[in-house]
């Protein structure tokens, strides 16, 4: 069973995020920040809800340059709110299409002390709004002496570095899901299906603990899934097979985000010299991920260890990504994506090889980015795959 006092935050957490966004709003010359989306709000107030998974009320936080979050949300979300350390709560009775906090929002908005006039939101980069676009047009319509700008740098700049609390729910959900990867040879067996073997995993998840389970992805194929983001299917695993099972399952909200791959019955000598050499990238990759390291360098070392008689394998997409509130974040273990890397990113370290058309081999483990280093987060893959029979 796990304690109840491993969920949440103490209210200096929380706190404390306010703080540096209050400092980081005068280099970015704003004097709110307007959050809309479930993982900012839970980032800022610790909210845990699964209502947002309608999209019939919006609700909105207001983080302003100065002073506490105001926050401005349908009336049937105020005793959850009243129970976060969020003090100004504005309600409306929802849902009412004609004035969906509209209204609200943007008296809330004209009220602030008025520095810059600029409103940071959730315009940019792998963030998403909470709200139609047309009630967003009709705020910033309300509001002509405020401009609404794109808020996505200064909210990664904050979110990328995890501080060592939510680094502990990572390492709890990485733990969770782990104890079930361990588990995979003792409950697959050659002719189950796909679907099968995901409802079975899902089951052994929730019963190590898990929050939820967002992504789980089982896919199987002989030599290697031909690819990695599709439902399960019928099919049932054969010898010959490369059996892919990647999770993102959270604990109190925070994601884990990796994958393990399983031989099914035999093995040709192509998928084993495959494996063997997204290992030795995984390794190099693993050992570039340090501080002061461009996510882009790191991607470039994995992609040449990929290579193969001056061919370069992967030059297109991404191997690897940032993790905290949400699956994927900031930054792209890509070519072009120039962030340094610095103690307190959580990274997912992913190097993949299409080594015969239509057979992909993938490897997923996550690091803490450290001081002087980094951190297996994860319990690091064999290099020889194991085994179902």
Not at 11 to 19: F, K, L, T
Not at 150 to 170: C, T
Not at 218 to 228: K, L, M, Q
Not at 244 to 267: L, P, S
Request: hydrophobic fraction near 40%.
């Amino acid at each position: 069973m796990i304690a109840d006092n491993l969920y949440g935050f103490p209210r200096a957490e929380y706190e404390g995020r306010v703080d540096r966004a209050q400092r980081l709003m005068k280099q970015y010359c704003l004097d709110a920040l307007l959050l809309t989306s479930m993982d900012n709000i839970r980032y800022f107030l610790g909210v845990d809800s699964t209502f947002w998974e309608t999209y019939t009320r919006p609700w909105f936080v207001l983080v302003p340059a100065e002073g506490k979050p105001i926050a401005i949300i349908p009336a049937i979300g105020e005793a959850l709110f009243a129970q976060t350390w969020v003090e100004d709560i504005r309600t409306w009775p929802s849902p009412r299409p004609e004035d969906e906090g509209t209204s609200l929002l943007a008296a809330a908005i004209r009220n602030l002390p008025r520095r810059y006039g600029r409103v940071g939101a959730e315009l940019g980069l792998e963030l998403r709004l909470g709200m139609p676009i047309l009630q967003l047009s009709a705020i910033i319509g309300s509001i002509p002496e405020v401009e609404i700008v794109d808020g996505a740098g200064l909210i990664w700049q904050l979110r990328m570095i995890k501080s060592s609390a939510e680094v502990e729910k990572i390492r709890r959900a990485i733990a969770i899901a782990g104890a079930v990867f361990d588990q995979v040879p003792s409950f697959v067996t050659i002719g189950d299906s796909e679907r099968k073997i995901l409802r079975d995993f899902r089951g052994l998840l929730n019963a190590e603990g898990a929050g939820a389970i967002p992504t789980l992805i089982c896919r199987s194929d002989v030599g290697g899934p031909f690819e990695i983001t599709g439902g399960p299917r019928d099919r049932p695993i054969a010898d010959g097979d490369l059996l892919f099972i990647d999770t993102g399952t959270t604990f109190d909200g925070y994601f884990c985000d990796y994958d393990r791959n399983y031989q099914v019955g035999r093995a040709t000598d192509a998928l084993r010299f495959a494996q063997d050499k997204v290992w030795e990238a995984h390794e190099v990759g693993l050992r570039k991920a340090r501080p002061g390291i461009t996510a882009a360098e790191v991607f470039k070392e994995m992609s040449e260890a990929l290579s193969s008689v001056g061919a370069d394998l992967n030059s297109n997409g991404r191997m690897g990504h940032g993790l905290g509130l949400r699956l994927t974040e900031p930054p792209s273990i890509r070519l072009g994506d120039e962030t340094v890397l610095q103690p307190g990113m959580v990274i997912c370290v992913e190097p993949a090889l299409e080594y015969e058309a239509g057979k992909i081999v993938l490897h997923e483990e996550t690091v803490l980015i450290t001081e002087d280093g980094a951190e297996l987060l994860t319990r690091r893959a064999p290099k020889q795959l194991v085994q179902i029979s």
